[in-house]
């Protein structure tokens, strides 16, 4: 029965479109240029296939934007990426519809074009295929895509962006995951005092400033490297575990018990606004997790060699302690928080 | 409007003639029940809570007493096979058609019926355990009825981190302490498989189930009953691996890819030595 139903639709739609004469109005979607900043990785491959587009874009911040992602309206994709927070919150895991707790901390969300390993697990390679995962995850938005589809059709402002942005008003949920994606691609932050002192725009480092990169460069960028602050490898560094079930870490993807509890290294850029830190916030501070890494990190028969070669820490004195949350601050994007602030 | 109903009804009225005409004793097709009968060994399993005393309880091979209070998994992907090797593959890339969920507490989903099977003898029946990876997407658009059966309040059977179904979720308790047992299965690939330029990664606890038929079917005049038997005394004692709850060998509560394959292993067989994995077929009634 549902299906002659289905066929009826089907037929009629072919009907009212053989009746209407007029031609659809072609919108010059024009594509965005997303310039790679200096020495910054290659594009994730994903990317190429996705080329921003200036509707494409607009409509994807629009959905990024709206609570009616989440099954009771309360919840948009920026509830817990907080354009202010560099994309982050300030909860210590993940809060979805009704105060429900998810599993771990709200990541940053920014160079994601140039990221080949998305969720702290790794556990999607494009972010086309991520964001189904928070619309239908209990904890998070608990809707479905169908749910969210029915509530966009009939929205004015939704007709004329889907029309826009792909030519037609049809609302599909590709076009939902490739817009959100296309809108993240051009959250580029890369305007840091860093980024200034090193491509010699004027600015210097303070003195602390510039003991804390000595001292990164020493103890710190063997993971957090390149441009983007980490090298994008899964380790254990030993940080107290999540007791839940449902947490491994990298193994929960991989099935590899070599990656138990390993988690994706975490970029530093923007870190000073994005506390607490850990896979699901074990602190509140830098200087909490600089501390950790001084006395002593738990140990586990996969925990990252660097720390296995060093008696399972990082001895750090007072003074480079200071100096690395100065060097911290320095990848802070003010330009990039407050842009998005507006 | 009046012309294509006009139009459908004279088309489905001609496929109701067709298929009378065809022959007066013997109908063109007719239906196939599978019966799944879940089991301790050969004891039909009743569940329960933590302090339940009426639970079934089964001991395994290292010595574990468990039962369990919940059960289900997916049955996709069926293909009945007749002697002559003619495959007659049943809506295996409809989920809305081809797939069900057995849950162990509904009694109605322990059967489920094959539709307008085309006449014949078969000889063997093959199915997944799971959903296979090319549909394992949780397309509610192109599935919406087994969508919203899988992801009911109580069938839980969407693996949402995965963006994919649960393919087996087993919840029940171990050892005299009645500690919790659970275990979820289900696909955490990622990446276009067997395209060599990309990047894959996962595991995929979709498993080919093939069993003989102990009789064959006979569809026809008759409309045959394939009791299949699950017998979940593999979950812990399975061909492929014998596992001990609790310590080094496997976590007593799964539900990431970390240890999964033990027990995916047991349920549905590795894919090489064993393709019953807990499938038998106990009896075939035409």
New interface residues.
């Given amino acids: 029965m549902l299906k002659e139903i289905t066929m009826l639709a089907v037929v009629f739609l072919f009907l009212s479109c053989s009746t209407t004469d007029e031609e659809p109005i072609v919108i010059a979607n024009p594509q965005i240029g997303v310039d790679i900043p200096l020495n910054f990785p290659e594009f994730n491959a994903a990317v190429y296939a996705n080329r921003p587009t200036q509707y494409g874009v607009a409509l994807g911040e629009e959905l990024f934007f709206d609570v009616r992602l989440s099954t009771d309206n309360t919840i948009a994709c920026a509830s817990c990426h907080m354009p202010g927070n560099a994309y982050a919150d300030h909860n210590v895991q993940g809060v979805g519809v009704e105060g429900r707790i998810g599993l771990r901390n709200v990541p940053a969300i920014q160079n994601l074009a140039f990221m080949n390993f998305y969720n702290w697990d790794g556990s999607r390679l494009q972010l086309e295929n991520q964001s189904l995962v928070p619309i239908i995850t209990h904890e998070e938005m608990d809707s479905s895509i169908l749910e969210v589809m029915s509530k966009l059709e009939g929205d004015d402002t939704y007709t004329e962006m889907f029309r826009n942005a792909f030519g037609d008003a049809e609302i599909t949920p590709e076009r939902i995951y490739t817009s959100i994606a296309q809108y993240e691609y051009t959250l580029i932050s890369a305007n840091s005092t860093y980024d200034k002192v090193i491509r010699n725009e004027g600015v210097a480092f303070t003195e602390s400033e510039a003991r804390g990169y000595e001292t990164f460069q020493q103890k710190c960028v063997s993971c957090h490297s390149t441009e983007l602050f980490t090298d994008q490898s899964f380790r254990n560094i030993g940080f107290p575990v999540n007791t839940s079930v449902d947490e491994a870490g990298r193994a929960r993807v991989t099935g590899d018990m070599d990656d138990y509890m390993s988690f994706r290294v975490p970029s530093l850029r923007n870190v000073e606004y994005t506390a607490p830190y850990g896979s699901f916030g074990q602190f509140e501070t830098l200087r909490a997790v600089l501390d950790y890494f001084d006395d002593g990190v738990l140990d586990a028969d996969n925990l990252d060699p660097i720390f296995k070669n060093n008696s399972n820490r990082i001895p750090l004195s007072e003074l480079e302690k200071e100096d690395l949350i100065a060097f911290m601050k320095t990848l802070s994007d003010a330009e990039f928080v407050s842009v998005l602030n507006d | ?1 009046k012309n ?2 006009q139009i ?1 009804f004279l088309a489905l009225t001609s496929i109701v003639f067709i298929s009378c005409g065809n022959d007066d004793d013997i109908p063109a097709a007719n239906n196939i029940t599978l019966a799944f009968h879940n089991t301790f060994g050969d004891e039909t399993i009743v569940l329960g809570d933590a302090t339940s005393e009426t639970a079934t309880v089964n001991t395994s091979e290292a010595g574990q007493v468990h039962h369990f209070s919940e059960v289900k998994y997916v049955i996709s992907n069926i293909v009945l096979v007749q002697a002559d090797g003619t495959e007659f593959p049943y809506y295996i890339n409809d989920l809305d058609n081809g797939a069900t969920v057995v849950n162990v507490a509904d009694a109605s989903t322990l059967n489920y019926v094959l539709t307008t099977i085309p006449s014949g003898e078969y000889t063997q029946i093959k199915f997944g355990l799971g959903v296979r990876s090319d549909l394992n997407t ?4 192109s599935f ?1 009825e087994f ?1 919203a059966l899988a ?1 009911a309040n109580d069938t839980e059977m ?1 693996w ?4 994919g179904y649960r393919f087996t979720k087993i919840e029940g308790f171990y050892s005299a302490d009645d500690l919790t047992l ?1 275990v979820h299965t289900g696909s ?1 690939v ?2 276009t498989q067997g395209d060599e330029s ?2 894959t ?3 995929d606890a979709y498993r080919g189930i093939t069993l003989d038929l102990t009789t064959n079917a006979v569809v026809g005049s008759s409309a045959p009953t394939i009791t299949i038997k699950a017998d979940f005394d593999k979950l812990l004692s399975g061909q492929t691996n014998t596992i001990t709850l609790g310590d080094n060998n496997a ?1 007593p ?9 033990l027990f995916v292993d047991n349920l549905g067989g590795d894919g090489t030595n064993d393709v019953n994995g807990m499938f038998s077929v106990e009896n075939v009634e035409n």
């Fill in positions: 409007m294509i109903k459908l949780l397309d509610e658009v919406p969508y992801g969407h949402e981190w995965g963006t659970s955490t990622e990446g990309t990047y990664q996962g595991v976590t509560s799964v539900h990431t890819a970390a240890n999964m394959e």
